[in-house]
């Protein structure tokens, strides 16, 4: 096995991660039984094994209550920051709910376990979707555009307290958070903040993708939803001199077997076992946040049943098939912008260690040969499985 430094040595490479499970339930919402476990010695085990074959990112989840199979969860930061005690390279992206979550507490928690863990820690800051789980823990729930400007705010500070010049405050007077001279110390060590990730497909979240966000998460979609979404991100940060700034994360669910029939077989497993009352549940929570954006196209708005079978339509990025299959998919991800893969798997006392092995090499060869920058060559030889 090729040493994981070695691996990634390329400064062009495309990133991996993964979804870490600190929430109970797998990564899929099916009564198929999924080895994978949510207490933290299994976790333990899943992240110091990603990053020995590759990895380099992992994301916890947020969850307040149970909910669409999920009936326990491990809070994230705190989650986050055991997982980084375990490990010596891989960088752990905390999730981040404004509303139960202040900017101030944020700032200085992240600052504070950036320094433990020497600039190992980032954050993904989530709107927020699930409007009962506001309600169960007391808190305010906001329509669409007022929840994306909380988050657009909430990043902006959490920017301005991470980079005030040492010695001086920061001040800012918004309509959610207010800030006289704050002054943070110590500052994190990552540099020039740790990163900041968010997500969505309404209009409001590619506004914040293209002003203060680092990264941009995108669910699992079609090729020309791909190449649009990416496009409209950049063009807006043009407005902030950020096109070639912010970056492009995509969701992807991973089954890579011997042949492509037995992943599909796997899929089609996944998907008629699915917990149907959960995925209904979880449907008209999401459906009905995603149609409550201004252009009716939030996160999920045109999701079918069997997508909505893996949380963020992981189905959809295809990555299913033969590991040569999964690795040709891959490069042609990155050829349309896409810089970093987020992965989740049915079994990761299995696949994690087996993605790293067997695929991520394969995408390092490919790279190697130059693939992954045509975009047009890479779409005339694998984009017909991305067509609607």
């Not at 899943?46 to 990112?57: D, K, L, M, N």
């Not at 993708?209 to 807006?236: C, H, P």
């Not at 912010?246 to 089609?268: C, G, P, S, Y």
């Not at 409550?292 to 049943?305: E, H, I, L, R």
Request: glycine share 8%; aromatic share 12%; with cysteine.
């Amino acid at each position: 096995m090729v040493d994981a430094s070695t691996l990634n040595s390329d400064p062009h490479r495309l990133l991996f991660a993964y979804w870490v499970p600190n929430v109970s339930g797998g990564l899929v919402v099916s009564k198929i039984p999924q080895n994978t476990g949510w207490d933290l010695k299994s976790n333990v085990r899943y992240a110091r094994t990603a990053e020995s074959v590759g990895f380099e990112y992992a994301l916890t989840q947020i969850r307040f209550t149970a909910s669409y199979s999920a009936a326990s969860q491990h809070e994230s930061v705190s989650f986050s920051q055991a997982l980084l005690h375990h490990t010596e390279k891989l960088k752990v992206i905390a999730a981040i709910l404004p509303g139960p979550w202040n900017p101030a507490v944020v700032a200085k928690q992240v600052a504070s376990i950036d320094n433990y863990t020497d600039g190992r820690i980032a954050v993904n800051i989530v709107s927020g979707w699930n409007k009962s789980e506001f309600h169960a823990i007391g808190e305010w729930w906001l329509d669409h555009a007022e929840r994306y400007r909380r988050s657009y705010e909430f990043m902006k500070c959490l920017r301005g307290i991470w980079t005030a010049p040492e010695g001086e405050g920061f001040t800012f007077a918004g309509d959610f958070y207010r800030f006289r001279n704050y002054k943070l110390s110590p500052k994190p060590i990552a540099s020039p903040h740790p990163e900041i990730f968010q997500g969505g497909n309404s209009d409001d979240a590619k506004n914040n993708g293209a002003e203060v966000s680092d990264w941009y998460f995108m669910n699992g979609m079609d090729l020309e939803g791909f190449r649009t979404q990416i496009a409209d991100v950049k063009e807006r940060a043009k407005k902030f001199g950020r096109e070639n700034v912010v970056k492009f994360a995509v969701n992807a669910f991973v089954i890579v077997r011997d042949t492509e029939e037995e992943a599909i077989r796997t899929l089609q497993e996944i998907q008629g076992k699915a917990d149907v009352e959960a995925v209904e549940a979880f449907k008209r929570e999401v459906q009905n946040a995603g149609a409550s954006s201004s252009n009716k196209q939030g996160m999920w708005a045109t999701s079918a049943f069997k997508d909505l079978v893996q949380y963020n339509d992981g189905f959809k990025t295809k990555l299913i098939g033969t590991k040569e299959q999964v690795a040709e998919r891959i490069v042609l991800l990155k050829s349309l912008g896409v810089n970093l893969v987020l992965t989740g798997f049915l079994d990761y006392e299995e696949e994690v260690e087996a993605f790293g092995k067997n695929v991520i090499p394969l995408v390092r060869e490919l790279e190697k040969q130059g693939r992954g920058k045509d975009e047009a060559f890479e779409i005339e030889r694998t984009g017909d499985v991305y067509r609607k």
